[in-house]
């Protein structure tokens, strides 16, 4: 009677609705199963009971676990014993400086414990899976591996075209590049004309160089002073030549493809049209007749 009992136990009805629970790390089935009556998914007997009689000897896993309306005590059981965890995700956009990373795993509540600010450019710009619980340290772990295993792909294929001469100048520049243009066909041709200044001794005059010393990568939300613009500190490219002495975004794969292998082109300048691309030219005769041109469009369309 007594096996009986717990054959009846174990097979009780199905969840009478849809619940979410949260399983601790080194948690017993007597704990989880206490978890999923208080949430209501279950009685505690019924899921102990099942796990007793036929839950073999896979452990179950801690996490987040959507327990769908109708699962049995052995749906469950066999959903944390393979870990289909819920999955959530955090997404860093190409460009986003550290700062802003770092503000936005912070602001993950589901996640715990704290981080540092990331080395700039130590991060490459994905969409990040999590599960509820998860240390902070060990998702900021897995974006900063992501750009390791991103980096030594795009390393191994350089062109010796490239003004890089190793990892931080390459996510240097990338960074750069990533900030100069928001359209993808052009990453290659703004690569292009910062490998030729760089050849030939120009000043690289980017223009977020300049606000990174001030705001670390966030927004600045004015325009840039004539200060600015000449302060001599280790990242403004308008009052240096070369590049500056680390990233200022952390740039995505596109970005550093691009300064491993930029666009064989003989251009020296390039003007915004004030679309998130660029006009393009050789001579400074010619980038000034270009520079006129799009101010004027541009005032025309309200824009300056």
């Known amino acids: 009677m007594a096996i009986l009992a717990l054959l009846l136990a174990a097979c009780s009805g199905g969840a009478p609705r849809d619940t979410v629970v949260v399983i601790p790390p080194g948690a017993s ?24 009689l036929f839950g073999g000897d896979d452990p179950i896993k801690p996490g987040e676990y959507e327990v769908k309306k109708g699962m049995s005590p052995g749906d469950i059981l066999s959903l944390m014993q393979a870990g289909k965890t819920i999955q959530r995700f955090v997404t860093v956009p190409e460009g986003m400086p550290s700062i ?44 900063q591996a992501a750009m390791d295993k991103a980096f ?20 240097t520049l990338a960074s750069i590049v990533e900030k100069e243009t928001g359209v993808p066909a052009e990453r290659r041709t703004v690569a292009g004309v910062y490998t030729n200044r760089l050849a030939v001794g120009m000043k690289l005059q980017a223009d977020p160089t300049i606000i990174y010393p001030i705001t670390r990568g966030k927004p600045l939300g004015r325009r840039i002073k004539r200060s600015e613009i000449q302060a001599v500190n280790d990242y403004n490219t308008y009052a240096m030549t070369g ?30 049209k004030g679309d998130g691309g ?27």
């Open 29 to 52: 089935i007597a704990k989880a199963g206490d978890i999923l009556e208080q949430a209501g998914a279950t009685s505690a007997s019924a899921f102990v009971n099942h796990a007793r």
């Open 100 to 143: 802003l990373v770092w503000e936005r795993l912070m602001a993950e509540k589901r996640l715990k414990g704290k981080v540092a600010v990331p080395a700039e450019g130590s991060v490459l710009p994905d969409t990040y899976a999590y599960t509820t619980g998860e240390t902070r340290a060990a998702v900021l772990k897995r974006m």
């Open 152 to 171: 030594a792909e795009l390393w191994a294929k350089r062109s010796p075209r490239t003004a890089a001469k190793d990892r931080n100048q390459a996510l």
């Open 243 to 272: 590049l500056p002495k680390g990233p200022i975004a952390n740039p995505g794969k596109a970005s550093i493809a691009a300064v491993l292998d930029p666009e064989p082109n003989d251009y020296l300048y390039f003007v915004a």
């Open 278 to 304: 660029h006009i393009f030219a050789r001579t400074l005769a010619e980038h000034s007749a270009n520079v006129q041109k799009w101010y004027e469009i541009r005032r025309a369309r309200g824009e300056m």
